[in-house]
């Protein structure tokens, strides 16, 4: 299988170039994604300047360790001079003013920045549909949603249109559209990876990982990204481990996990059958499966999505359309205030003035209207959901009964992964109880969408690390995936395991 280390091995040697890489891509894209909608934006003058500044440092042999990596990055990482939308009518002509630690990551070691992938507004949503720049398509089959939010950073790997890219996980936000499309998606320990830069929907759960075509290439792009940060205050000072040094070691028997609460109701029949032929398989490769329990996860759901919205409510509500973003029509807000002013005049005809004063003080101020107003405009409906719920939670008689108890029942299934691995390795588990659904077919029934998470928000309520690896293929056609979850700092367990899945199907 072709991965970023035989790719640069032929450049190094002359055989290709990187102008010869890049106008491959540069064509597929041009080729598919008017179609797949997955690149929101490619700049192709900024393409050719990164290929003739990178292209003569392969040359004279001094090209960083990430030199012919071409790489397309969700559109919540900012680039400085970059638009950085977050798929968001209220973002959708904000340039970012400064550089994410992972592109300046990515920028010293000398990978190539194609593109701007396309993704579910703010990260919120499970197909990739929420978005202003319409719906992002599934290149196995086109009728299908790519899974979200990281729907088009699946996609345009998938699709073939660059090597590897980053996303962004809060519930699963890479793992699982990275099983809707078939290809790799992984979810690092909480911390691993820098934040700074990321634009936050829920901060105590985000984290930046990569998206590639094999497990190889999956783990060097881990290597060049991780690390502590100053810049952010909840990054890791835990060393950074070689992931590809152990890739391939099978000195003692690696103890996979099988918690029965992953393998129940909800689950496709197939995918279930898919998955535990895959198990089945790795028995005879050095592998123990051991029955392990995670009793407090039958209240994931419900404790992931109290605890997400109230951090999103909390950290959009700077997205108030008078520092930057969009703004309601200023002039429009002054009209409808005096026009509503002169309605309470004439309702209140013959009436007292104190009656017509306490009507107009509660009418909205100039500012609080235009705050509302932009809001309002700016933000779609499941971003808007989302806020309410969030804010609801935190609310005064609330807070103690969902809030408090959510962050309760987060430590337990803490605790039961802390358990778990005292016996294992890794746990495995589906990655997602079904394949891709239908475009449309979930989007009027958030709480059908919300259980696609089902088996990946229990890495982020725990800050561990996950890996989806493509596992097989269902009867329709579409692929299935297969995760990973390993101890926190322990991704080269779950890189292991994953390419042992791998090389079952070579």
């Given amino acids: 299988m072709k991965n970023l280390l035989s790719v640069q091995e032929q450049l190094k040697s002359g055989k ?6 890049t106008e491959g891509y540069l064509t597929t894209i041009k080729s598919r994604n008017p179609e797949i909608n997955a690149f929101v934006h490619v700049d192709e003058d900024d393409i050719q300047n990164q290929v003739s500044s990178i292209q003569k440092k392969i040359t004279n042999g001094s090209a960083g360790a990430l030199a012919g990596a071409i790489v397309g990055v969700k559109d919540v990482i900012c680039e400085a001079g970059k638009k950085v939308t977050c798929a968001s009518q209220i973002l959708h002509n904000f340039e970012s003013v400064y550089e994410a630690t992972v592109i300046s990551k990515l920028k010293a ?7 701007r992938a396309n993704m579910d507004e703010f990260a919120m949503g499970s197909s990739t549909e929420n ?3 319409g719906p992002s398509k599934n290149p196995v089959n086109t009728e299908y949603v790519t899974g979200g939010s990281s729907g088009g950073s699946a996609a345009v790997v998938a699709a073939d249109m660059c090597d590897v890219s980053l996303g962004s996980d809060t519930g699963g936000s890479i793992r699982q559209p990275a099983s809707y499309c078939g290809v790799v998606g992984l979810k690092p320990t909480y911390s691993r990876v820098s934040r700074y830069g990321l634009v936050a929907y829920a901060s105590s759960f985000d984290c930046i990982g990569p998206f590639s075509k094999n497990v190889t290439d999956a783990a060097i792009m881990l290597k060049h990204i991780s690390g502590h940060d100053p810049m952010d205050n909840s990054s890791s000072s835990e060393p950074v481990d070689d992931y590809l040094a152990d890739l391939d070691s099978y000195g003692s028997p690696l103890k996979v996990g099988v918690p029965e609460e992953y393998f129940g109701e909800g689950l496709d029949p197939e995918v279930r059958q898919i998955i535990e032929d895959q198990l089945k398989a790795l028995e005879k490769e050095n592998v123990k499966l051991i029955p392990v329990k995670l009793p407090h996860m039958k209240y994931g759901i419900a404790t992931y999505y109290i605890l997400a919205t109230a951090e999103a409510s909390s950290n959009l509500a700077r997205f108030d359309g008078i520092r930057y973003g969009h703004r309601a029509d200023h002039k429009k807000v002054v009209e409808d205030l005096s026009e509503e002013r002169q309605q309470i005049k004439e309702a209140f005809k013959g009436k007292s003035a104190a009656d017509v004063d306490q009507a107009m003080s509660k009418l909205d101020s100039q500012l609080i209207r235009l705050y ?4 309002t405009e700016g933000f779609g409906k499941e971003v808007k959901r989302r806020i309410l719920l969030g804010t609801y939670v935190l609310s005064a008689g609330y807070y103690d009964a969902y809030y408090a108890k959510a962050q309760k029942v987060r430590r337990l299934i803490k605790n039961d992964f802390t358990e778990a691995f ?3 390795d890794v746990i495995v588990s589906p990655t997602a109880p079904t394949t891709a659904f239908k475009l449309g077919e ?6 059908q969408m919300y ?4 088996y990946t928000i229990s890495a982020n309520l725990a800050g561990i690390c996950g890996i989806s690896v493509p596992a097989g293929t269902h009867s329709n056609g579409l692929p299935v995936g297969l995760q990973f979850m390993g101890n926190a700092f322990r991704e080269s367990d779950i890189l292991r395991a994953a390419k042992r899945i791998e090389n079952l199907h070579q």
Wanted: charged fraction near 25%; proline fraction near 3%; hydrophobic fraction near 40%.
């Fill in 131 to 133: 978005s202003i720049f």
């Fill in 372 to 375: 509302k107003k932009s809001r």
């Fill in 16 to 21: 290709i170039t990187l102008s010869e890489i």
């Fill in 442 to 447: 979930n989007l009027n029934d958030p709480l």
């Fill in 451 to 454: 259980l696609n998470d089902v």
């Fill in 422 to 424: 005292k016996q294992v």
């Fill in 109 to 115: 070691e000398d990978a190539l920045l194609i593109g």
